[in-house]
């Protein structure tokens, strides 16, 4: 299954900053906001709000939540033409979307577009009867809820879109409209889809034969047209944890993994990062989840962005233009708008698989991922909220939840194993994000005290013992996030009797010293992607670092072996060089 390039990249969504008021403009606002400050995006999802939709003709006096909107066109409506008005389409394709596609990537040098769209077209369907979209022989449906989702939600059963109904595309005809639809935004330069609302479909089976054959017919569908239309496998699945959506898709590589950022319900910012962290255990088994936008001037921002970036998912905001972070976004995105991302899906740690964070007022949640030399491992504080069952919503059932201390260890890294060689005897350097750096003994403990909301990012290295008692572990760029992630490759050269041995050990081979066991000095070379404080555990203080061979200026701290070195900014794909002599 091929992973969407937007996953390497950082993005901006247009949902939280607009809702479906976005425009064309708007866009614009927000891609230059972000670039202005540092951290330019590099793709961009735009949300609900640019989709040509209207109202059943009985509605037009309904009260505004109760109002049901349908998609009309598969076109784009007014507010993303060139000089377009409310009402009218525009043939010339080079006037609608097309020309903010154009914007974004040539004047603001977005690698990926992304638009949104409901597995049904919209929410309420594809308007039964409307011109131009009689083809896809869009019939009224009406959901049918199951007990047990209604024991959860029982507003369910009176929502507007249960009682109202929704427009159902045929399902013969479904290929047709997702790939009308897909061509269509492709041909405008569009590289991929949010397809959401896809839960819909196990409520409308139906006279169709049932909620099984509905949904194959339409992932199906949907499979084959992001194939044909989007060669980068641009997909991106929302609302989709029903099982039958789940198994049923064979192509998409990313589903959200929770419910919504909520950047106005305090409530829910605890629950977002546990529900992720356990959803992960069975969705990243064969997919990569996503854990959402999130607004980067907030006060659970910091709590997000580390979860984040541990998360192996794409990083992308909802932040209105003007209203930004940038230095909590500098610990998540280079220069370029490339981002530091882990291997594998951030899941909880083995120790928490059968706790509770939210709710057992005692445990941490402990989050580990894996890159190429260390590992990362986060440890948050999300207890005070969860789901009621008698109040059927998310609440505080703690209001005061205390402060938690737990610990950590290597060992927390599931996998930490790999990065090391087959001779690690266990021992790691352990850097917080806070700042400090301890050398850990195998199986040995370091405690961690957190309040609610509070989190700490830890990148964990294996120690590589170079021989008469000096030690390495690169740690990274250690003012991001995830400092390991910028390490793309290390390799360890030991000397003897300053001559080069006969072999020269790189990290993952085993090579015996000399017969004679004399050690006098060792080199390591390493390979940095981005640029800041670049830091490493040594046991002893350099001879020497270089930078693409040059002489450079060093910081070392004897007390904790902290080595540290700055890289500045490099062109887009330049990779440092770094050399360090001990």
Request: include cysteine; glycine fraction near 10%.
């Amino acid at each position: 299954m091929q992973m969407p390039g937007i996953v390497d990249w950082f993005g901006w969504c247009t949902w939280d900053a607009f809702y479906t008021a976005v425009s064309a403009e708007g866009v614009e606002q927000g891609l230059k906001s972000l670039s202005e400050g540092g951290t330019p995006p590099r793709f961009v999802i735009i949300d609900d709000g640019w989709q040509s939709v209207g109202m059943d003709q009985r509605q037009e006096d309904a009260p505004e939540k109760e109002l049901i909107r349908r998609l009309t066109h598969i076109k784009e409506n007014h507010k993303f033409q060139k000089d377009g008005k409310e009402g009218e389409q525009q043939e010339d394709p080079a006037l609608g979307i097309q020309h903010v596609v154009r914007m974004a990537k040539e004047k603001h040098h977005l690698k990926y577009v992304y638009v949104w769209h409901a597995i049904t077209g919209y929410w309420g369907g594809v308007k039964p009867g409307v011109s131009g979209m009689e083809h896809y022989d869009s019939k009224m449906k009406y959901p049918v809820i199951s007990p047990g989702v209604l024991n959860h939600e029982p507003g369910m059963q009176t929502d507007n879109l249960t009682t109202e109904g929704l427009g159902l595309v045929n399902p013969k005809k479904v290929f047709q409209f997702y790939n009308e639809l897909h061509s269509y935004l492709a041909a405008a330069g569009i590289d991929g889809v949010k397809v959401d609302v896809q839960c819909i479909l196990e409520t409308l089976g139906a006279g169709l034969g049932g909620r099984v054959a509905l949904t194959t017919q339409y992932h199906k569908a949907l499979d084959a047209s992001v194939a044909s239309n989007f060669p980068d496998n641009g997909c991106i699945a929302c609302m989709s944890h029903n099982t039958d959506a789940l198994y049923c898709s064979r192509q998409t590589a990313i589903v959200r993994a929770s419910d919504d950022f909520f950047p106005r319900e305090p409530v829910s910012h605890t629950i977002h990062i546990a529900s992720v962290a356990y959803n992960s255990v069975f969705l990243g088994e064969f997919m990569q989840p996503d854990w959402d936008m999130f607004h980067s001037l907030h006060p659970a921002a910091e709590y997000h962005a580390a979860a984040r970036a541990i998360g192996g998912c794409p990083i992308y905001v909802s932040d209105k233009p003007g209203h930004h972070n940038f230095e909590l976004l500098r610990k998540l995105v280079l220069p370029d708008g490339s981002i530091l991302r882990p291997r594998l899906p951030g899941r909880p740690t083995s120790d928490c698989l059968f706790n509770d964070p939210n709710r057992d007022g005692k445990s941490l949640l402990k989050i580990w991922n894996m890159n190429k030399y260390t590992g990362v491992l986060g440890v948050f504080n999300c207890q005070g909220a969860s789901w009621s069952n008698i109040d059927k919503k998310n609440v505080f059932h703690d209001k005061n939840p205390g402060t938690l201390t737990g610990s950590v260890r290597a060992q927390d890294v599931h996998l930490l194993a790999e990065a090391a060689e087959d001779d690690w005897d266990g021992d790691s350097a352990i850097f917080s994000h806070s700042g400090e750096l301890v050398r850990l003994l195998k199986h040995a403990l370091l405690p961690v005290t957190l309040k609610v909301l509070e989190k700490e990012i830890y990148t964990v290295s294996p120690i590589k013992g170079l021989g008469t008692g000096v030690s390495f572990a690169p740690l990274g760029l250690i003012d991001m996030f995830n400092a390991g992630g910028a390490i793309r490759n290390l390799e360890y050269q030991i000397h003897q009797d300053s001559q080069f041995s006969e072999a020269t050990e790189i990290l993952g081979m085993s090579t015996s010293p000399s017969e004679s066991g004399k050690v006098k000095t060792a080199t390591v070379k390493l390979t940095v992607h981005g640029c800041g404080r670049f830091g490493a555990y040594s046991s002893i203080r350099p001879r020497k670092c270089s930078i693409e061979s040059s002489t450079c200026d060093f910081s070392y701290d004897p007390d904790s072996g902290l080595l540290g070195l700055v890289l500045e900014t490099p062109v887009e794909g330049q990779l440092w060089n770094v050399t360090v002599e001990l």
